[in-house]
């Protein structure tokens, strides 16, 4: 999961808190404070846009097929017998493929390159829906909207939030692509101060997938994400207190193995490493510019487990961080297919 974006917001904070004593209270404000969250989200609204996929899917033809059979049974790509194998769900349901709830929790000692380290904690519910895949005349594509509830706590300051975004998930024979529009707002408080940041958030992520064996495979890719951050002034010990829009992007090349356990059971290993570049992230007091703090760059390594019951599917997944953000990650995932 993505943290160093949730961490960099903080860290402007830190750098408030350092270098202005009498202003602390605006130690938490910071387009960075919120670009931390939003590096960290980007990854986990990636793995939504994603989670109409299954693990399963690489396997079977699930997403089209009530049978769920194989995709090499009849010795082809998964396009033959539509017709003798097509979802006897069709008439009552045609568009809903499924509904699913999550919960992530992430637990980091963030590294600033010039302002020590913070512990960040991170929460995210969120409940999201997809739909049946579309057959077009190359691939077929699916789409899926999503909404949750964000609390955090930075250098012991707590926010509150929430978020709402669409996806759009394009199959193409071993390409699978996803593009995802997200947009925010997180509200923090420091006792007698409140301010609120709000993004925008827009990610692609690009993925192949080839088979080593019939229960295992091997998926390399690559995300890139776009943020803009907004935050509101405000007016401390009669000072203002300001940071300008924000804009940052993040690139994360990745790979992953999936490999079917046993029948119902199926799990991924996986590694990325994320890099992030920002803009200007400086924090102004009065007509005194402070410089933005900054974390270095990370590798996350994943271990993912999927268990399928009739209709439902139950994912878990425990993250690792190295680099810039040291700690764990982790959240499970129930989905009802219709």
């Given amino acids: 999961m993505n943290t160093k974006n949730y961490i960099q917001m903080t860290s402007l904070i830190a750098a408030t808190l350092l270098t202005a004593p009498a202003l602390a209270n605006t130690s938490i404000y ?15 609204f990636i793995y939504y846009a994603n989670r109409g996929q299954t693990l399963s899917d690489f396997f079977t033809n699930k997403r089209l097929y009530s049978t769920m059979r194989r995709v090499d049974e009849y010795g082809d790509d998964g396009s033959t017998l539509k017709t003798d194998y097509q979802d006897d769900t069709t008439d009552s349901n045609p568009l809903f ?4 709830i999550d919960a992530q929790h992430i637990n980091e000692q963030a590294h600033y390159n010039h302002a020590g380290s913070k ?3 991170f929460n995210l519910v969120t409940l999201g829906t997809d739909t049946k895949s579309a057959e077009l005349k190359y691939g077929s594509v699916y789409f899926g909207a999503f909404a949750g509830y964000i609390n955090s706590d930075v250098a012991h300051v707590d926010s509150d939030g929430a978020v709402g975004g669409v996806f759009l998930h394009y199959d193409l024979r071993n390409l699978d692509t996803a593009f995802i529009a997200n947009i925010g707002s997180l509200n923090s408080n420091t006792g007698d101060t409140d301010f609120n940041n709000s993004w ?11 088979n ?6 091997i998926q390399p890719g690559v995300s890139l994400a776009y943020t803009f951050v907004s935050s509101d ?6 000072e203002t207190v300001w940071s300008k829009d924000y804009n940052f992007f993040n690139i994360a090349p990745s790979v992953k193995f999936i490999k079917e356990i046993v029948p119902n ?13 920002g803009g200007d992230n400086d924090i102004h007091i009065g007509n005194i510019k402070h410089n933005g703090i900054d974390t270095d760059n990370y590798t996350d390594i994943g271990i993912d487990a999927e268990y ?3 209709q439902y599917v139950f994912t878990g997944q425990v993250h690792k961080q190295i680099g810039g953000y040291d700690g764990w990650s982790g959240g499970v995932n129930v989905k009802y297919i219709f």
């Fill in 30 to 44: 910071d387009n960075s404070a919120t670009a931390l969250n939003i590096n960290m989200l980007t990854d986990t």
């Fill in 97 to 100: 493929h499924d509904v699913w």
């Fill in 119 to 121: 512990r960040a904690r």
């Fill in 200 to 210: 925008t958030n827009f990610a692609l992520d690009v993925k192949a997938k080839f």
């Fill in 212 to 217: 080593l064996d019939k229960t295992l495979l």
């Fill in 233 to 238: 002034d405000l007016y401390v010990n009669n």
């Fill in 265 to 277: 059971w199926y799990g991924a290993l996986s590694a990325k490493y994320v890099a992030h570049f």
């Fill in 308 to 310: 399928d019951f009739k």
